[in-house]
């Protein structure tokens, strides 16, 4: 959990605008390399704070889909917080192929950006905005903003609405999907020498893509 200070996102978007599933989706192919071969998604919160549960909820959700073929590490079951943080990045690390971590995490903002979901190249900074040392996270950073930071964030994010971040967490899941399918689909045409953006959009328009 972190804190977005109060400026113009470049790159996002409100979780609730139109098509949002299928924009983000565009988003996530343009920043996340599918194709590389240790693919790891970091969901970072707790599931004691209403505020921070967006990234353990997009964890479980993805988790419950079969079709998503990547590591994903942090749920509602089993969360990525404080307490496990360095250990598991350390444990991550200690392998022969070098990971690229997408790192999902809650974060506060200004009034006009709650809701937003943002993506950037860079690490996350978890709890930073909580005023906790933990180490940096994440080869590209995706960040939804849960509520106004600046003041007694704790206290803000203990009475965040568990819809919101209920909410941001089942479009960011779906929209990572959907990236997933529209990346391997994308593949077969290459393969096929037989692009066509039209029958790739029909062969996922079976998703619900509001």
Partial sequence: MNTIPD????????????????????????????????????????????????????????????????????????????????????????????????????????????????????????GKAVKKQLPPIGDISVKGIVNIGGFMEMLVLQNTRLHISYAMAEKLSRALLLAAHRYSLKRIDDADHNTDNDDTRQQVSSLDLG
């Fill in 7 to 126: 400026l113009v996102l470049p790159y996002s978007l409100h979780h609730e605008s139109k098509n949002a599933v299928w924009q983000l989706s565009t988003l996530f192919l343009e920043y996340i390399p599918f194709q590389h071969e240790r693919l790891i998604f970091c969901c970072i919160g707790s599931d004691r704070c209403t505020g921070d549960t967006l990234g353990p909820l997009t964890g479980s959700f993805l988790k419950k889909s079969v079709s998503f073929p990547y590591e994903v590490v942090g749920s509602l079951e089993d969360p990525l917080h404080a307490l496990n943080l360095d250990a598991t990045l350390q444990q991550l690390h200690h392998h022969t192929t070098k990971p690229f971590i997408i790192a999902i995490d809650a974060c506060l903002g200004s009034e006009h950006n709650i809701g937003h979901i943002a993506v950037q190249n860079g690490p996350i900074l978890p």
